[in-house]
């Protein structure tokens, strides 16, 4: 089956940078995506890597390593609206996602 | 331009109903995607449509059922209800060609909270 893990929590300070990872064992596996979901909303989509290395989206910087099935997601300049959870999810070819249980992210000031 | 739109927020049920979910994509996409999610998890896959076919099921049980209409729009349906069925249902459109999610960012929408009593 397909399986994605990341750690549960992850806490830093307004400025900091923070890398959450994902380690995943899937089949048929074309690409790595990231979605942030603050509480009480829809996830929302952040980046995706379909071939290895470093994708960059203004603070947001996704990265994959096929051979060693991993990838994370680099935050900077954290600011207090990026506390939210963070998901990884395998992009399968026709089937649609699977997600990680999600990482969730506390911003202190 | 209007998101994907789900009815209703809120449901409540108890067991042993049916229940019928809605969800309308984003203008232009054709393939709409279901997850359950739980409070705490991740969203899991239930199933994926594309020009009103089928495209993807996950590990759900038969009592979960979707449809996809002509205009793009869907129904997700799920009978004889458990209380473990107590989740969010999310909607997601894509611009998916081919049936196929690769690439292509999945647009959620808010949800509808159902519970089961």
């Known amino acids: 089956g397909q399986s994605l893990e990341q750690p549960s929590e992850v806490t830093a300070v307004e400025g900091a940078i923070v890398q959450i990872n994902c380690t995943y064992q899937?089949?048929?596996?074309?690409?790595l995506s990231w979605y942030q979901q603050h509480d009480g909303g829809a996830p929302t989509f952040l980046s995706y890597?379909?071939?290895?290395g470093l994708e960059e989206t203004g603070r947001f910087s996704s990265f994959l390593s096929r051979s060693d099935s991993y990838g994370y997601l680099l935050l900077q300049e954290l600011q207090m609206k990026d506390s939210a959870s963070y998901f990884c999810a395998s992009v399968e070819g026709r089937r649609a996602l699977t997600f990680g249980s999600g990482t969730r992210l506390q911003v202190q000031p | 331009d209007a998101g994907v739109t789900q009815s209703p927020t809120h449901l409540i049920k108890t067991r042993g109903q049916h229940v019928t979910l809605r969800c309308s994509p984003i203008?232009?996409?054709?393939?709409v995607s279901w997850y359950q999610q739980v409070l705490g998890q991740g969203p899991q896959f239930i199933f994926q449509y594309y020009e009103k076919e089928e495209r993807g099921r996950g590990n759900f049980p038969d009592r979960f059922s979707a449809r996809q209409f002509p205009n793009y729009s869907s129904e997700l349906n799920v009978n004889a209800l458990l209380l473990g069925d107590s989740a969010l249902y999310l909607c997601?459109?894509?611009?998916?060609?081919?049936?196929?999610?690769?690439?292509?960012?999945?647009?959620f929408g808010d949800g509808t909270r159902l519970s089961i009593l």
């Open positions: 203008s232009g996409h054709k393939s």
């Open positions: 997601a459109s894509s611009l998916s060609r081919g049936g196929t999610t690769i690439n292509q960012p999945q647009h």
């Open positions: 899937t089949s048929g596996f074309y690409g």
């Open positions: 890597n379909g071939l290895d």
